[in-house]
Nanobody, 120 residues
């Protein structure tokens, strides 16, 4: 079965950086668009970035976050720089057979999430 496992979350001060990774198994990785979403307490899940052949970003993270994928290792990464307290959330990776999509409901496969906390 498809498994997505995130890692790399933690506590960081405002202005700092974190690199999240998501290891995928049980799928033909190159057939999937991969994405990162996040959900803050009391808020809806939010699209951040997606990649098939190149990255696409939500305005809220453009210029600060970089998505990348390593097809040889079946991993997708999210480099997060200049972190702000409002970036505090649980971060999820997701996989979709769609060529490219930012729509949450078009991602059938999800990881369990990793907590990112940014202190002020």
């Amino acid at each position: 079965q498809v498994q997505l496992v995130e890692s790399g979350g933690g506590l960081v001060q405002a202005g700092g950086s974190l690199r999240l990774s998501c290891a995928a198994s049980g799928l033909t990785f190159t057939n999937y668009a991969m994405a990162w979403f996040r959900q803050a307490p009391g808020k809806e899940r939010e699209f951040l970035a997606a990649i098939r052949w190149s990255g696409y970003y939500a305005d809220s993270v453009k210029g600060r976050f970089t998505i990348s994928r390593d097809n040889a290792k079946n991993t997708v990464n999210l480099q997060m720089n200049s972190l702000k307290p409002e970036d505090t959330a649980v971060y999820y990776c997701a996989a979709s057979l769609s060529i490219f999509t930012v729509l949450e409901y078009e991602y059938p496969y999800w990881g369990q999430g990793t907590q990112v906390t940014v202190s002020s």
